[in-house]
């Protein structure tokens, strides 16, 4: 596994020196990187921004925010590290008329993903589309079915499975080193959600509500590992401490702060996850049992500064290598591209999405799937009872179980499987 990070830190280094030539040589050739425009600029786009300045794959021609303080911010990413400030449309029709674009990044708030695709679908250009993909099953199913007519690559920003810890943790897996999956367990330990534009991540209705917002990742984690569909669900949660006496513009939030989920899988893997947002530092933990032993990846981190993260891997398996554990973090010129260093490796992927390459980046559908566990357990928290997925889904005269729709990893899933007896 040592060896194996090593190779993970190479690849990506030597990816960034590499198209860092290419992009010389393409240019000399009267080519050029591809060229991005970036809708949304605040904290998750100046992330981006910062990511892609870094990895040299492509350039950033044009940027679009409505908020004049976010656009402020996002031109002074570029002036710091010595870029040249991009064009600033004045609306989405200039942009998408822009005939130097090559993709479009949308890095929006979650209410309006729906709405930023409709505007730009109409270019045929790839998309980068921020987490979650939308905010309610409707306009996920809509979303996941347009990428299937889509004539190009839809990407979604689920960058933790780029983790150094869960990067090595999915690889494991997949080779088998648990044996077969049958117990999955995922926390997070952090503190309260930071300020916003607007502050529209304190209430759900532009959130989606914490399970769907923050927590679509460690769902698609859990997805991917369980490879099956959720058919079941039960979740208990609310406000205990963030937010309670917090209003903005008269609206009172309704965000929650902490939660208990349990998910039974239709091929009878059982998850878990824990969510308390009230913790002075961040700490995340997964553990995957199987039938030869147990996987833990965590990683501890802080949001204050001076505080570095380490991140570790252990495989409990009789003879592995990774039997004590070891440190497993990346290095300090990684970690700073954006969440220890894994929206770097998304926009590897990005990159060669745009190339017309093929890569293990987040799909529609399992952005859309993340979504579901994640709607069904703050349904479950809502109404205090076990979902189940497939009548809750039926009841709302919805069907994500479609052609397209299902991940890989469950494409041989036929209805009655998914929802064994």
Same mark, same amino acid.
């Given at each position: ?37 970036? =809708? ?19 350039? !950033? ?39 130097? =674009? ?10 309006? #993903? ?7 679908? #109409? ?247 993340? !979504? ?50």
């Amino acid at each position: 596994m040592k060896e194996q990070l090593d190779t993970i830190i190479s690849d990506l280094q030597a990816s960034m020196g590499r198209d860092a030539a290419e992009s010389a040589n393409a240019g000399e050739m009267g080519g050029g990187t591809p060229s991005y425009a970036i =809708i949304g600029t605040g904290m998750m786009g100046r992330e981006h921004i910062r990511a892609i300045l870094q990895l040299k794959q492509a350039s !950033i021609v044009g940027i679009f925010d409505e908020d004049a303080g976010s656009v402020k911010r996002a031109i002074r990413e570029f002036t710091q590290s010595g870029h040249e400030a991009p064009t600033v449309y004045t609306g989405l029709d200039r942009l998408t008329n822009d005939d130097r =674009i090559d993709a479009i990044l949308i890095c929006t708030p979650n209410f309006t #993903h729906r709405q930023m695709f409709d505007a730009v679908k #109409h270019t045929g250009k790839p998309i980068f589309l921020e987490k979650p993909m939308a905010t309610t099953l409707e306009d996920a199913i809509y979303l996941a079915e347009a990428s299937l007519r889509y004539p190009a690559s839809i990407l979604l920003g689920m960058q933790y499975r780029y983790k150094s810890q869960y990067q090595l943790a999915l690889s494991a897996i997949s080779n088998g080193d648990v044996g077969c999956v049958k117990m999955i367990s995922l926390c997070e330990y952090r503190p309260a959600f930071l300020p916003k534009v607007k502050e529209w991540n304190k209430f759900a209705v532009y959130s989606g509500g914490t399970l769907v917002e923050k927590c679509c990742h460690y769902f698609d984690l859990m997805n991917r590992i369980a490879a099956s569909l959720p058919a079941r669900v039960f979740a208990s949660g609310g406000r205990a401490v963030n937010f309670k006496d917090f209003s903005y513009q008269g609206q009172t939030s309704d965000i929650d702060d902490h939660a208990l989920v349990i998910v039974d899988y239709a091929n009878g893997v059982k998850g878990q996850f824990t969510l308390n947002m009230f913790s002075e530092e961040l700490y995340e933990g997964l553990t995957v049992s199987g039938d030869r032993g147990t996987l833990r990846a965590e990683e501890q981190a802080s949001f204050k500064p001076g505080r570095g993260s380490s991140s570790k891997i252990t495989v409990e398996v009789p003879g592995h290598a990774a039997y004590d554990g070891f440190d497993c973090t990346f290095p300090e010129a990684i970690e700073s591209g954006g969440h220890y260093g894994s929206t770097l490796f998304e926009h590897v992927r990005f990159a060669k999405r745009v190339q017309g390459q093929q890569t293990d980046g987040a799909s529609c559908a399992e952005g859309l799937w993340a !979504i579901i566990t994640a709607w069904m357990a703050q349904e479950s928290v809502r109404t205090n009872t076990v979902v189940d997925v497939r009548e809750t889904l039926a009841r709302l005269g919805l069907d994500p179980f479609s052609e397209g729709l299902i991940p890989e990893f469950n494409q041989s899933d036929t209805p009655d499987e998914a929802n064994p007896s």
